[in-house]
């Protein structure tokens, strides 16, 4: 079975300029989360989606972050502009359904440097 | 609101001697508690998880952890580490809040390095 799809791996960008990152879930798998990870911390969701719609986006910054999954698959994470405190990990990580008996798969994520 | 602590930032131990990784947390609602193991440039990997019934838990690559509701902990062990057992590794927690939404959201603690030397 295929895992969770992130693209791209890595991501250098200056402050103020945008960027965009990628995930495909497994196959089949309802429910979606974009995690941050700081150096350091463990990691924070950012967002989550059931199916195509969002189920939680309290903690995203949505001055600047924005992410959608319009067809309820492949979902894209979206930041602009970017701030040096946006240098993190982004994970992406999916399962059947929300429930806690249910494991969430996570991606190896991508790593954003923004400098 | 649900938080995680890990009281450990670093564990260094020897091959073969046995490891123990503490975690707290506190919830006002149902808990269920978990734990990941994260290698170098990898993502996270599910080592266990605790829903309810036994309060002992066994997981992957023999590592077991123990519920304790009046201590609100949830501590990982493992009787007898190996090299490969370096790596970072997360305790989170995850539940309805009192609203009966974020079920799903993982809550997770700072992290535990633990390193394993010969």
């Known amino acids: 079975e295929a895992g969770v799809a992130q693209s791209p791996r890595y991501k250098i960008i200056e402050k103020r300029q945008s960027v965009a990152f990628w995930c495909n879930p497994i196959?089949?798998?309802?429910?979606l989360y974009w995690y941050q990870q700081i150096l350091g911390q463990g990691p924070k969701l950012l967002i989550q989606?059931?199916?195509?719609?969002?189920?939680?986006d309290s903690q995203l910054p949505k001055d600047r972050f924005s992410a959608e999954r319009l067809k309820g698959v492949d979902s894209t994470l979206k930041i602009q502009p970017a701030k040096l405190e946006d240098s993190a990990v982004y994970l992406c990580?999916?399962?059947?359904?929300?429930?806690?008996?249910?494991?969430?798969?996570f991606g190896q994520g991508t790593r954003l440097t923004v400098v | 609101a649900q938080s995680v602590t890990q009281l450990d930032s670093q564990v260094p131990v020897f091959e073969e001697a046995p490891v123990e990784l503490r975690c707290n947390y506190s919830?006002?609602?149902?808990?269920?508690l978990f734990w990941y193991v994260q290698y170098p440039n990898q993502g996270l990997q599910l080592l266990l998880k605790?829903?309810?019934?036994?309060?002992l838990v066994k997981g992957i690559n023999g590592f077991e952890a123990e519920f304790n509701k009046s201590q609100t902990s949830f501590h990982l062990r493992k009787p007898s580490v190996h090299i490969s057992d370096t790596a970072e590794y997360f305790c989170?927690?995850?539940?309805?809040?009192?609203?009966?939404?974020?079920?799903?959201?993982?809550?997770f603690g700072q992290g535990t390095i633990l390193t394993v030397h010969p």
């Open positions: 990580a999916s399962s059947l359904d929300p429930s806690p008996n249910t494991e969430a798969f």
């Open positions: 196959s089949g798998h309802a429910t």
């Open positions: 989606f059931q199916n195509n719609g969002v189920v939680d």
């Open positions: 919830s006002s609602v149902s808990v269920y």
């Open positions: 605790y829903l309810s019934g036994s309060t």
């Open positions: 989170a927690v995850s539940g309805r809040n009192a609203g009966g939404t974020s079920y799903g959201k993982l809550t």
